[in-house]
């Protein structure tokens, strides 16, 4: 494990990630063990704060995973990171800042460790299917073109909250933009911004 890190720590400097969703779980799994507490602080150090695609699948799979995505008010906070590092990405940022008081929030860590292994498998099944494809999508327009489709799924996902299963299309949206960014996957790119616009018009829809 901690060659592992230390070889994610070296992508992290260069700005390029090369971590499948497998081993972005093993890494949430095994980060900050001696807390109660799991806190948003915890996770940006576990995924890095210059990392835009996994804070991406990471803001997705937690709104996706069972036990956390339904915690009401959880979707509104991936929100709120998603948007804070989504801008920071179009200005030019190259390590991306969060308030305290968004740091702070927390969940318990029983209830994000018994969460974790529902998404192992589909992971497992999704991690063979990624390949490097259509990389203009991931390299610096690309990343502007994600950060644009986040930002855009950042501001519809508060009213989600009270649509139901909403948010599954926002989370699998957000989960699609951050994986194609690790995996340099343009084709997973593609299909996070076909949800994002298919989840809009639902959202749409709802509330006209």
Same mark, same amino acid.
């Given at each position: 494990?901690?060659?592992?890190?230390?070889? @994610?720590?070296?992508?992290?400097?260069?700005?390029?990630?090369?971590?499948?969703?497998?081993?972005?779980?093993?890494?949430?799994?095994?980060? &900050?063990?001696?807390?109660?507490? @799991?806190?948003?602080?915890?996770?940006?150090? =576990?995924?890095?704060?210059?990392?835009?695609?996994?804070?991406?699948?990471?803001? &997705?799979?937690? =709104?996706?995973?069972?036990?956390? &995505?339904?915690?009401?008010?959880?979707? =509104?906070?991936?929100?709120? @990171?998603?948007?804070?590092?989504?801008?920071?990405?179009?200005?030019?940022?190259?390590?991306?800042?969060?308030?305290?008081?968004?740091?702070?929030?927390?969940?318990?860590? =029983?209830?994000?460790?018994?969460?974790?292994?529902?998404?192992?498998?589909?992971?497992?099944? $999704?991690?063979?299917?990624?390949?490097?494809?259509?990389?203009?999508?991931?390299?610096?327009?690309?990343?502007?073109?994600?950060?644009?489709?986040?930002? $855009?799924?950042?501001?519809?996902?508060?009213?989600?909250?009270? $649509?139901?299963?909403?948010?599954? &299309?926002?989370?699998?949206?957000?989960?699609?933009?951050?994986?194609?960014? @690790?995996?340099?996957?343009?084709?997973?790119?593609?299909?996070?911004?076909?949800?994002?616009?298919?989840? $809009?018009?639902?959202?749409?829809?709802?509330?006209?």
């Amino acid at each position: 494990m901690t060659e592992r890190r230390d070889e @994610v720590e070296q992508h992290r400097d260069d700005g390029a990630q090369a971590y499948n969703l497998s081993q972005l779980i093993v890494m949430l799994e095994h980060m &900050g063990r001696v807390s109660s507490r @799991v806190s948003v602080e915890d996770i940006l150090n =576990t995924v890095g704060r210059r990392s835009f695609g996994p804070m991406l699948l990471v803001a &997705g799979l937690i =709104t996706l995973a069972p036990l956390i &995505g339904d915690i009401p008010g959880m979707p =509104t906070l991936m929100a709120a @990171v998603v948007l804070l590092t989504a801008v920071q990405l179009l200005v030019g940022r190259k390590q991306f800042w969060l308030p305290q008081w968004l740091l702070r929030r927390h969940i318990a860590r =029983t209830k994000f460790d018994r969460s974790l292994p529902y998404l192992k498998k589909p992971a497992r099944w $999704i991690d063979r299917w990624l390949r490097i494809r259509l990389p203009w999508l991931t390299d610096f327009w690309g990343n502007r073109l994600t950060a644009l489709t986040a930002l $855009i799924v950042a501001l519809a996902m508060p009213p989600m909250e009270f $649509i139901p299963f909403s948010a599954n &299309g926002a989370g699998l949206a957000l989960s699609l933009l951050g994986l194609g960014l @690790v995996a340099r996957d343009g084709l997973a790119v593609l299909l996070g911004i076909g949800i994002t616009a298919a989840t $809009i018009i639902v959202v749409a829809a709802n509330l006209l």
